[in-house]
């Protein structure tokens, strides 16, 4: 796996792991949500951009990765 990547997804896991261990807690009911969604969301976001980047769209012309608007766009 590209270290990049794994650099990316420290904050989102941290975040997602802060916000599972808040659930406990009555106190913090709200913070719990906002840290467990915004960490899964950024989580999927990379993992999404990693697939799509690194998708071959042409091995004769040697494109590679797919624009995130067209994959977006419905028909």
Do not use: W
């Amino acid at each position: 796996m590209d270290y990049d990547i794994v650099k990316q997804c420290d904050v989102s896991g941290i975040t997602l792991t802060c916000g599972l261990c808040l659930v406990y807690f009555e106190k913090t009911a709200l913070v719990d949500k906002l840290l467990t969604y915004f960490g899964a969301h950024t989580g999927m976001n990379i993992y999404i951009k990693a697939v799509l980047s690194s998708s071959v769209v042409s091995e004769e012309k040697e494109l590679k990765g797919i624009p995130a608007a067209f994959a977006a766009t419905p028909r």
